[in-house]
């Protein structure tokens, strides 16, 4: 059975930096997608960080987060990263890591619907 189990989150102030990780467990194949999403509040959908794609290595990030937010996977330990820089309060939210069994590189996009497993999330908080 997959499992993700995400860590890292906490509060920083703004310019500050993070580093989430995300282990997953339970899946042994290759070519699969994992992505890092995250909801602002309760009443609004996830919003797609950046997705990463197993055989190319190639990533789709949100225009928001580009030039400040790295993701990143080490397969050997099966753990996805996502390394946050110069963070800003407008970052806070949930944060979840998700991954499917797909490649989706080829659709060029991180959209939430792609992901069928998907972990509980760690909060992120960015104070001014």
């Known amino acids: 059975q997959v499992q993700l189990v995400e860590s890292g989150g906490g509060s920083v102030q703004s310019g500050g930096s993070l580093r989430l990780s995300c282990a997953l467990s339970g899946y042994t194949h290759k070519g699969y997608s994992l992505a890092w999403f995250r909801r602002t509040s309760l009443w609004k959908e996830r919003e797609g960080v950046s997705?990463?794609?197993?055989?190319?290595?190639?990533?789709v990030d949100a225009a928001s987060v580009k030039g400040r937010f790295t993701i990143s996977r080490d397969n050997a330990k099966n753990t996805l990263y996502l390394q946050m820089n110069s963070l800003k309060p407008e970052d806070t939210a949930m944060y979840y890591c998700?991954?499917?069994?797909?490649?989706?590189?080829?659709?060029?996009?991180?959209?939430?619907?792609?992901?069928?497993?998907w972990g509980q999330g760690t909060q992120v908080a960015v104070s001014s």
């Open positions: 998700a991954f499917d069994p797909a490649d989706y590189a080829r659709s060029g996009t991180c959209l939430s619907r792609n992901f069928n497993y």
């Open positions: 997705c990463i794609y197993y055989y190319s290595g190639s990533t």
